[in-house]
C-alpha cells in the first residue's frame, strides 16, 4: 500500500465542494478502500478545522461532527520532533515558507512519498530540488 502525505488545503475539500474537490475526494476513497494510506503532520485537524469555521458555511455543532469525523479517519499523525523536526525547520528556512508549510513537504520527503495539495503559490515558491515532492490539484 502507497502513502502519501496531504495538506489542510485537500482535506478542506472533502468537506465543500470547490475546484480540486473530485481529485481529493478520490484521495480520500482510495484511503477509504484500504488502497492507500494518508499520513500528516499533527497539526492538520488545527487547519482544517480553522479552514471550514473562516468558510462560514458550517455551524459550531457541524464543526463539531467534522472535529469527529476527522477522529474516526484515523490518519497516521506525525510530532514535530527530532529527525522531522530539523528537516521541517531545514525546508523552510531554505524556501523560505512556514514552518506549517515546511513540515508537510518534509514528511513527504522523509516517507519518500508525495504531499498533494490544493496550494499553487506555495509549490512555486520552492527551490527546485523540493519541488517534486509536491502534487498540485
Known sequence: MSAVVVDASIIVKW??????????????????????????????NFEV?????YKGLFSEDELQR???????????????????AIKTIEVACKNNITVYDAAYISLAMMENTRLYTADRKLKNKLRE???PYVKVI
Not at 22 to 43: F, Q, S, T, V, W
Not at 49 to 53: C, G, I, R, T, V
Not at 66 to 84: K, N, P, Q, T, V
Request: proline share 2%.
Open 15 to 44: 468537506f465543500v465542494e470547490e475546484e480540486g474537490s473530485d481529485e481529493a475526494i478520490k484521495i480520500r476513497d482510495e484511503y477509504i478502500n484500504g488502497d492507500m494510506k494518508i499520513i500528516a503532520p499533527e497539526l492538520i
Open 49 to 53: 478545522l480553522n479552514a471550514l469555521h
Open 66 to 84: 467534522i472535529s469527529e469525523a476527522l477522529d474516526a479517519f484515523s490518519m497516521e499523525l506525525h510530532s514535530l520532533r527530532g529527525e522531522y
Open 129 to 131: 530540488n523540493y519541488s
